[in-house]
């Protein structure tokens, strides 16, 4: 049996994580964690019978305790909720599936308690690789993307031996605005930024994709994954999402990883590796598909990939602005409180007046982003 435990199972990866759990009798789930949405959560603990359930806001973990009050569920709130179910004793795998780096206490905790890591929540490794990675080793444990370019670059390190990479080719859609300049992108409605052309996910990560702001947290969350340079990850648009990424090799030897973007079939890599077994869904017809198209990235038109590679060489608490300053802003955006440049202007203006602190301590990144936060509330 393999014991599940998910962080986030209300939203797009969580449900589709529970879908994947639903179609393999091996699997359990023993805790979930959701944020607010207590319907579809009583209904998840109906269904999966987890031993633990928490919710962010005390009050509603109220609500849902009277809810589910006829089972055997112990319900939890706040940051001791989420680390009570990353850290659920018959665990043994952790989805991490919130959005955001909230992710980070839990995460560590998880790893911390020996529980396998399947990997969604990209901006905490994004914040803290350089303590998550370690951790990870000392702890022995396994850390699994779920990110579909990270999977496809995992896959494609399969029977490699420990050949070294060469260079790391994440591939990305370029998102419902590719061929746009600044210029016919300044009225663009939140209803507009929510269209990707071929992945159905979360309201932050559908921002991120269109703003290519998702591409640098990844080119990040590869940098720590696969132990490279930023340097050596190199984005390449393919529109299409049908290569999911590529690795090159010091030969000059290119693997890449095919499929037809459905988030499912990543989750239950994770969930099943090394093992892959039968999935439903959409296979690839290449006699229909024809050709496969690639671009270069617009880095002019969008800076969030250059602030990103910025933040990434310098590393130390840079990642954490961008990233926190980018969290704040795809709110402010999706609550039609500033337009939709003024995303990557927010990210820029944070990054350029931080002092980096080097290898900073988990406080010390919770403090930077605190400090990122207070400093666009007090100019936008
Ligand atoms: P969603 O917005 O769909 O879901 C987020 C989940 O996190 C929900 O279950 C939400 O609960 C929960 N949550 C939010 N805040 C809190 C909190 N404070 N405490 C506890 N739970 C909380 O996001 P996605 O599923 O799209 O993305 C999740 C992560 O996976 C992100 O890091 C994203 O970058 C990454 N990812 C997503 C992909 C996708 O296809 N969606 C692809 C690759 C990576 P509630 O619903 O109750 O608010
Ligand atoms: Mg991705």
New binding site residues.
């Given amino acids: 049996m393999r014991r599940i435990a998910v ?8 449900t589709q994580t529970l879908e994947v759990v639903e179609n393999h009798p091996d699997m359990e789930i023993t805790a979930l ?6 319907r ?2 009583e209904e998840q603990i109906r269904r999966f019978r987890p031993k633990v359930a ?3 806001s005390e009050e509603r973990a109220e609500e849902l305790k009277a809810r589910v009050a006829d089972l055997d569920v112990r319900v939890e709130a706040g940051m001791d909720g ?1 680390i009570a179910v990353a850290t659920e004793a018959s665990a043994q795998v952790v989805v ?5 780096m ?2 980070i206490r839990p995460t560590i905790a998880a790893i911390q308690a020996g529980k396998d890591i399947a990997l ?4 905490t490794l994004v914040t803290a690789g350089h303590l998550i990675i370690p951790m990870v080793r000392e702890r022995g444990v396994r850390l699994l993307p ?3 370019e990270h999977s496809a670059i995992f896959q494609c390190l399969n029977g490699e031996h420990g050949n070294r990479i060469h260079k790391i080719l994440l591939t990305a859609s370029g998102g419902p605005f590719r061929g746009k300049t600044r210029e016919e992108m300044k009225n663009i409605q939140v209803e507009d930024a929510l269209k990707h052309p071929n ?7 559908t921002i ?1 994709s269109s703003t290519m702001v ?1 591409k640098g ?1 990844e080119v990040m969350e590869a940098r720590w994954l696969f132990g490279v340079e930023m340097d050596q990850v190199q984005v390449v648009v393919q529109p299409q999402s049908i290569i999911h990424s590529m690795v090159e090799f010091e030969d000059g030897a290119v693997m890449a990883q095919l499929g037809t973007p459905d ?1 499912k079939l990543p989750i239950q890599y994770a969930l099943c590796w090394p093992e892959r077994r039968p999935m439903g869904g959409e296979r690839l017809d290449f006699w229909k598909l024809a050709e496969i198209r690639f671009e270069k990235p617009d880095f002019d038109n969008f800076p969030g990939l250059s602030l990103a590679y910025e933040a990434g060489r310098t590393g130390g608490s840079l990642p954490t602005v961008f990233n926190a300053a980018n969290e704040r802003a795809v709110s402010m955006f999706l609550n039609r409180k500033i337009g939709y440049l003024t995303i990557t202007d927010i990210i820029e203006s944070a990054m350029r007046r931080h002092t980096v602190i080097p290898n900073p301590s988990v406080e010390q990144i919770l403090e930077a982003e605190r400090d990122t936060y207070d400093y666009i509330e007090s100019r936008w």
């Avoid at 964690?33 to 207590?38: E, K, T």
């Avoid at 969604?120 to 901006?123: L, V």
């Avoid at 992945?199 to 990560?205: A, R």
């Fill in positions: 962080l986030g199972s209300t939203g797009s990866i969580g964690a959701a944020g607010s949405n207590i579809l959560l928490a919710v962010w989420l991490t599936a919130v959005v955001g909230i992710g969604a929540n990209k901006e779920v990110d579909s992945w159905s996910m979360g309201q932050k990560i991120d998702n947290l988030m």
